[in-house]
């Protein structure tokens, strides 16, 4: 199993920037994929960026032209660079970890690890 947990939330202005960062520990091998999810309120939980262990990426429509995911493979971290934020990023935000290909795509996995979630709210 891998603990995950994720930092950098916070209140941001529109149109600021936020970097979200996730640090795994535990059986990390196993995160072929890591990846962040979103719940905005009142909706169900989205994928927003996934990273292979090879450094291949997908990105969600809504953020696809205004994030960068990473990740450092010698520290066991990823992170979310957001920028031009909008009260509609407002949301919870997962770090997620998988052996499973698939989650690339943005499908997760009923065996995936997830951290608590970090709470990100852009308004004025």
């Known amino acids: 199993q891998v603990h995950l947990v994720e930092s950098g939330g916070g209140l941001v202005q529109p149109g600021g920037s936020l970097r979200l960062s996730c640090t795994a520990s535990?059986?990390?091998?196993?995160?072929?994929?890591m990846g962040w999810y979103r719940q905005r309120p009142g909706k169900q939980r989205e994928f927003v960026a996934m990273i292979s262990d090879g450094g291949s990426t997908n990105y969600a429509f809504p953020v696809k032209d205004r994030s960068t995911v990473s990740r450092d493979y010698t520290k066991n971290t990823m992170s979310l660079q957001m920028n031009s934020l909008t009260p509609e990023d407002t949301a919870v935000y997962y770090c997620?970890?998988?052996?499973?290909?698939?989650?690339?795509?943005?499908?997760?996995?009923?065996?995936?690890?997830w951290g608590q979630g970090t709470q990100v709210t852009v308004s004025s």
């Open positions: 997620s970890c998988s052996p499973f290909w698939e989650t690339l795509l943005g499908r997760p996995n009923e065996s995936d690890d």
């Open positions: 535990g059986s990390t091998s196993r995160c072929r994929i």
